[in-house]
T-cell receptor, first 110, second 113 residues
Framework: QKEVEQDPGPLSVPEGAIVSLNCTYS??????FMWYRQYSRKGPELLMYTYSSGNKEDGRFTAQVDKSSKYISLFIRDSQPSDSATYLC??????????FGKGNQVVVIP | DTGVSQDPRHKITKRGQNVTFRCDPISEHNRLYWYRQTLGQGPEFLTY????????KSRLLSDRFSAERPKGSFSTLEIQRTEQGDSAMYLCASSLQTDYGYTFGSGTRLTVV
């Protein structure tokens, strides 16, 4: 079992819809949780960074962490074509190494 | 500050050749990381430096791979005797100590033919 599971299936949504992405993990020591956005042939760009359980909101983006269920989510409201990218979840237990999911390719259709 | 810079952006090499990549981190960041990403996968940790000291290496980093960060500034990643399985995107990231929100560069895409 991989440490971080992220269903890599592509997701297509119409412009303006809510995008919902999630990851599950097995390592209960993870306490730092990140979401990265990666455009084609570019490096990952940090979107959201949360510590421990709870919600964090930044503009159209909301990150949720449920440590009891080992489950994290990212919601994108009012999705735009410019949100079309691959979204990677990542997490750390503080040992200076990030464990990534496989990523979700999101396509927002105008 | 222009973020994390990586050079070259693309490298095509013949199997068996040696290649070297360079990473220039954000100047005030004392930590530097190398990751490898293959198509359809998330990045995988290779190694990290705090200042000039290499503090951790993944088991993915075979003896053919070596990384340096002289004087705690830029870093190089060298792959000797390249194999087709080395074809991937090599990503460099940097951060301040205890900051887990790393800043990644655009990567070096390596193709071994």
């Amino acid at each position: 079992q991989k440490e971080v599971e992220q269903d890599p299936g592509p997701l297509s949504v119409p412009e303006g819809a809510i995008v919902s992405l999630n990851c599950t993990y097995s390592n209960s020591a993870f306490q730092y949780f990140m979401w990265y956005r990666q455009y084609s042939r570019k490096g990952p760009e940090l979107l959201m960074y949360t510590y421990s359980s709870g919600n964090k909101e930044d503009g159209r983006f909301t990150a949720q962490v449920d440590k009891s269920s080992k489950y994290i989510s990212l919601f994108i409201r009012d999705s735009q074509p410019s949100d079309s990218a691959t979204y990677l979840c990542a997490m750390s237990d503080g040992n200076n190494r990030l464990a990534f999911g496989k990523g979700n390719q999101v396509v927002v259709i105008p | 500050d222009t973020g994390v810079s990586q050079d070259p952006r693309h490298k095509i090499t013949k199997r068996g050749q040696n290649v070297t990549f360079r990473c220039d981190p954000i100047s005030e960041h004392n930590r530097l990381y190398w990751y490898r990403q293959t198509l359809g996968q998330g990045p995988e940790f290779l190694t990290y430096f705090q200042n000039e000291a290499q503090l951790e290496k993944s088991r993915l980093l075979s003896d053919r791979f070596s990384a340096e960060r002289p004087k705690g500034s830029f870093s190089t990643l060298e792959i000797q005797r390249t194999e087709q399985g080395d074809s991937a995107m090599y990503l460099c990231a940097s951060s301040l100590q205890t900051d887990y929100g790393y800043t990644f560069g655009s990567g070096t895409r390596l193709t071994v033919v």
